[in-house]
């Protein structure tokens, strides 16, 4: 990609099923990136450990499950993966850190789901822009102003619809361009890439004709839908959009291709490029002629046979060449990056140079963890760590071996900094125990198999009752808690020292808050 295309650097979130790796694979389409989009079929297959994976096998095309590349319109776009279902875990709480925007995908009949409001909450603690697109208008739908009530009271974010349906299921009729003035009409069946539009309301409106194509009761409803909206619904204010209180809104159907080149189009002249960040030393832009980044991601091959761990770097600042030597800042060593990956949707390509907002992969001998700060020249700054998010598993977990502690220690350590799982130590000093914190029943499994795949370590794991992790802001003493009446709450320390509380639910949480009302619970490791 060139340096001189602007960069758009986004995630897509989602519940599962709501649409995802079918919008993703008609972005791709449209970027060229793909030849063919056709459907997705429902993936009966455990294979897969991404929705992506499953765009791999059916399309024939090389995509990692963290990152795809792609152009369109001049403009360079990364899309990043959060990966759904079983094998959402922290990591993809994680990915959302590196992106500039994210797309918050809905599904129309069934309107905001559980997994949505999680990725949405780490979007808002982060202020980010959100887009919504609104899937599968061709099936059954809620009412879209039901939609929108949905949006406010859930997720408390106002929207401004950019669009709006017109009909929905078999009478589905298309979507009103608010800004263009324009019907772009849904004709089921044509071909991928054909769009038509008729004019309405406006001067150059052929109102007989328009009417003709949707009918009479369908026209009225659009005018008297159209009218409420003009005066009472939130207007576009492109402020509150890039501050992440005002979500633009557009209907459409991935399935059947229909909108999405549209809300494509908006997006990009939308959505924010690469954004400033912040490090210990003050504000990093994107301009900055030296280079800057840090890591989000870490993934190891599964398979045991070569060992290799990608290390994915967002690039924050400067442009970034192969075998440029950056300082490694929290071990104070230069390191030469000398095979960065690039990944554009058909292949992993070994990248020459990059830019803010790409995301590159490096190849990790065990260097790297989360969070970690790379920098080009003397500089010497970190970037605000990447957080831990509350865990909603937890488990104690123990070597069966005695003799293996060694072992099972540096693989607690090595499966932490990458990200794989977190650790807590109960903070009764003697009784030392080991506890494990995921986010989803998966990273379980990956554990243990890892453990003893990587670490010869067999390991016992036994769940515990908690549900939640509040760090302890401040610097309070685990003795200046008020938690001894209560039976639903355990107090430990985190691999870097902080306190923490594990609790078993919300009642829990709100029982500690009440009896410790000058104490700050937080959600993540935040400082």
């Not at 999680?118 to 609104?134: A, D, H, N, S, Y």
């Not at 939130?234 to 809300?263: C, H, R, W, Y």
């Not at 230069?334 to 490096?362: T, W």
């Not at 190849?363 to 865990?391: C, K, R, W």
């Amino acid at each position: 990609m060139s340096t001189h295309e602007p960069r758009k650097t986004f995630a897509i979130i989602s519940h599962p099923d709501a649409g995802k790796t079918t919008l993703t694979e008609k972005l791709l389409y449209f970027g060229g990136a793909i030849h063919t989009a056709g459907m997705v079929k429902s993936r009966k297959s455990k294979a897969a450990t991404s929705d992506w994976m499953e765009i791999e096998k059916q399309r024939g095309i090389s995509v990692t499950s963290s990152v795809m590349q792609f152009s369109y319109n001049d403009y360079a776009i990364n899309i990043l993966d959060t990966p759904g279902h079983q094998d959402f875990s922290e990591d993809t709480y994680r990915t959302l850190t590196a992106a500039d925007s994210a797309v918050m995908l809905i599904d129309a009949a069934k309107g905001i789901e559980p997994q949505t409001i999680k990725l949405f909450e780490v979007c808002r603690m982060r202020g980010i822009p959100i887009f919504t697109f609104i899937n599968k208008m061709d099936r059954d739908a809620q009412d879209p102003l039901v939609l929108l009530e949905e949006l406010e009271e859930v997720l408390g974010i106002r929207s401004c619809p950019m669009n709006w349906p017109i009909g929905s299921g078999i009478d589905f009729q298309g979507v009103y361009d608010r800004e263009k003035q324009q019907v772009e009409v849904f004709r089921k069946g044509e071909a991928e890439h054909s769009r038509s539009f008729m004019p309405v309301f406006s001067e150059e409106a052929d109102e007989a004709a328009v009417r003709a194509r949707i009918g009479d009761t369908l026209y009225e409803k659009l005018e008297e839908d159209v009218e409420l909206l003009d005066i009472a619904g939130d207007p576009f204010d492109q402020e509150k959009i890039n501050s992440g209180k005002l979500t633009p809104v557009f209907f459409g159907s991935a399935l059947t291709n229909f909108g999405v080149q549209s809300f494509l189009e908006y997006f990009l002249r939308l959505a924010p490029g690469p954004a400033p960040r912040m490090s210990d030393k003050g504000e990093v832009v994107p301009e900055s002629s030296k280079f800057s980044g840090f890591v989000f991601k870490i993934q190891a091959n599964m398979n045991p046979a070569h060992r290799d761990r990608i290390a994915f770097l967002r690039i924050v600042s400067g442009t970034f060449t192969r075998g440029m030597s950056v300082q490694h800042v929290r071990t104070g060593k230069k390191i030469k990056l000398s095979q960065p990956q690039q990944f554009l949707a058909q292949d992993r390509n070994l990248v020459e140079d990059a830019y803010a907002g790409d995301i590159i992969g490096l190849f990790d001998p065990g260097i790297f963890g989360i969070g970690d700060t790379l920098v080009e020249g003397n500089q010497a700054y970190s970037f605000a760590g990447v957080p831990h998010f509350s865990p909603e598993i937890f488990a104690r977990v123990r070597a069966k071996d005695a003799m293996k502690y060694k072992q099972f220690h540096k693989g607690m350590q090595q499966l932490s900094e990458e990200g794989a799982v977190q650790y807590f130590i109960t903070a009764a000093p003697g009784a030392e125990n080991m506890i494990l914190g995921v986010v989803g029943q998966l990273q379980l499994e990956v554990f243990e198999y890892r453990m003893r795949a990587e670490y010869g370590v067999e390991v016992e794991i036994q769940p515990l009752g908690y549900s939640l992790a509040r760090w302890v802001k401040g610097d309070k003493k685990e003795h200046e808690l008020n938690l001894i009446q209560y039976g639903g709450s355990l107090t430990v320390k985190d691999r870097d020292g902080r306190l923490v509380v594990l609790l078993e639910n919300e009642f829990a949480e709100r029982w500690a808050k009440e009896k410790n009302p000058d104490v700050e619970f937080v959600s993540t490791s935040y400082e």
